[in-house]
């Protein structure tokens, strides 16, 4: 019932614009040979690793690797026995051409070009590393040999970053959960997308007001760059605050001092990205919209020049629901340039198998909430607005937005009496 009131809703609003027709209301391969012990120290198998701790571990090494240099932090990498070496926890690192440069209980392969290897299932695994790491970070799945558990060939889940523009480093957990918000929200290519345009909309602001101006518009909470708890912050290359628009008192502070509960120093991990061709992490930081409540996050980072650089990040909570009254606002715009050029009803699909919800999730009958995408077919010289974001309902009462239900993956058209929409 509630999904049937909420179509309605949506099927009044656009019975209106098309009735008035002209209104404008206002982020060769290689099998993976086997392998056997060659190091006399052998991490040691423990209880499960969480993927949010996988992260923070390979933030932490990204951090070192800036503080000592390639050299000293691949001594280190390398060593069985080192600080990056926690229970099933090891740091590898590749080149850019997929040459071995760490691998602490593998060390015959150091210096051995991988680029063409494959796993078990033929996936060119240090392929997807590189390509993933050169995305800006993120998460790799494939099948590795586990030296805690005697070498067997196990799932693995790895979370990769590069470290300059040359190479990478990454680290896995063996058999991994099967499902992790941080790792389906950090595999979501709109949410990367939106973070990706959403900074790059404020540098393109900055290149053409100016430092001045534009630190002034990401400051004010009314300005165009704050979108519900979804914002612009800036810093400075030593940390001095520059942009926070929910915590204004901490303009001009140095904040590079600070870590989160994983022990991140994130504001100098967030620098470190700035000056190496921009990239995303994962945090943890107060939530505006929930009482400055300690929330993880993730975040995309870039700089503006060699002077300050920018971020955004959405909070991982956030991500299934990120309609706005601003999403709203522009969807019926946009609907009305539709419905003024063509006079056709949009359209509503509700995607599966995007990795925001199982397919057994979907047309259950329930009151689950489905992501859900409108999508306006082209119309010649009818420019349709860009998504700010993977378009998702609110949970049931979450800030005011009902919960709409999901069908089967495919196109839907509202029906005209607000009743379940039909395939169409």
Known sequence: MRSQAVLFVITLVLGAILGAGCTTPGTPPQTQPGVTPTASLIPVSGSP????????????????????????ALREFNNPAGRFVEGELYIFAYDTRGNTLALPFQPDLIGMNRWNQTDAAGTAFIQEIIRTAQSGGGFVHYLYA?????????????YVMMVDRDWLIGSGIYEPPGDSLIVRVGADPLVREDLRSFVGEAIAYAGKHGKDAAIREFNDRNGTFVRGNRYIYAFDYRGTTLALPFQPQLIGTDLSGLRDPFGV?????????????????????LNPARNMTLEPKMSYIQQVDDTWWLGTGIYLRDWEKVVTADDLAAFVREASAYAAAAGNAPMIRYPSGEGHFPPAAQDTGDDAVHPVRVVLPAVPGVPLGKARGPAAVARPGAEGHPPVRGGRAGWHRAAPDGGRPGEG
């Open 265 to 285: 120093n994130y504001t100098r991990v967030e620098i470190f990205l700035a000056q190496h061709g921009g990239g995303f992490i994962f945090f943890h930081y």
């Open 146 to 158: 586990d030296p805690s558990d005697n070498f067997r060939i196990k799932p693995k889940l790895s």
């Open 49 to 72: 690793v969480p993927p949010e701790q996988l992260v923070a571990f390979v933030e932490k090494a990204y951090e070192y690797a800036h503080d000592h240099g390639k050299e000293a």
